[in-house]
């Protein structure tokens, strides 16, 4: 099975601060990685599918890089609505497409 | 707009079963895999099962594999979740999800599932 390591596991910035997360995969799996967000006490939201594209109607603060087994997650500028637990996820490209979720990291405002 | 409501949620002893089921609306249900995801509380995401559009595959993890089975009734757009032999490590946070390719790409807003004794 295909682990996922989310690092840090917890963050504290400032409001304009420039914020990277990664994600790194145990082997090798293209660009099938997918980012979340979950604000406290709501559903995770889809942010950035296929390791860099955005999600309709998601601000072009957040964007994803990486491909094979290291990938990065940033949100250029941070703000105050920001604050959340992101997640990255993979998938495997052949049927069925389980999901397999990184360890998350909570971002919060210094 | 999507919607999907979960239910049947609630405090059961260990050893115990429950079916949670999830309501959609606002798509063409039968169109589409869908997931069930569960969070712990206070942890992180846990992908639980997944059923193919038409019922004819059906996917779990390990953590359940043999006691939870996923079901959907295309005719009432309802996803299923029975769960049996029910564990304390399976109080969490139950979602359903609508799924595309590789990923989850609307959720429900979950039911709360409480095994304790």
């Known amino acids: 099975d295909i682990q996922m390591t989310q690092s840090p596991s917890s963050l504290s910035a400032s409001v304009g601060d420039r914020v990277t997360i990664t994600c790194q995969a145990s082997?090798?799996?293209?660009?099938?990685l997918n980012w979340y967000q979950q604000k406290p006490g709501k559903a995770p939201k889809l942010l950035i599918y296929?390791?860099?594209n955005l999600e309709t109607g998601v601000p072009s603060r957040f964007s994803g890089s990486g491909s094979g087994t290291d990938f990065t997650f940033t949100i250029s500028s941070l703000q105050p609505e920001d604050i959340a637990t992101y997640y990255c996820?993979?998938?495997?490209?052949?049927?069925?497409?389980?999901?397999?979720f990184g360890g998350g990291t909570k971002v919060e405002i210094k | 707009e999507v919607q999907l409501v979960e239910s049947g949620g609630v405090v059961v002893q260990p050893g115990g079963s429950l079916r949670l089921s999830c309501a959609a609306s606002?798509?063409?249900?039968?169109?589409?895999?869908m997931h069930w995801v569960r969070q712990a509380p206070g942890k992180g995401l846990e992908w639980v099962s997944l059923?193919?559009?038409?019922?004819?595959?059906?996917y779990y993890a390990d953590s359940v594999k043999g006691r939870f089975t996923i079901s959907r009734d295309n005719s009432k757009n309802s996803l299923y979740l029975q769960m049996n032999s029910l564990r304390t490590e399976d109080t969490a946070l139950y979602y359903c999800?609508?799924?595309?390719?590789?990923?989850?790409?609307?959720w429900g807003q979950g039911t709360l599932v409480t095994v304790s004794s």
């Open positions: 999800a609508k799924g595309r390719r590789g990923a989850a790409g609307d």
């Open positions: 059923i193919s559009w038409d019922g004819g595959s059906t």
């Open positions: 296929d390791a860099s």
């Open positions: 996820q993979q998938y495997d490209n052949l049927p069925p497409e389980m999901l397999t």
């Open positions: 606002g798509f063409t249900f039968d169109d589409y895999t």
């Open positions: 082997q090798d799996i293209s660009n099938y």
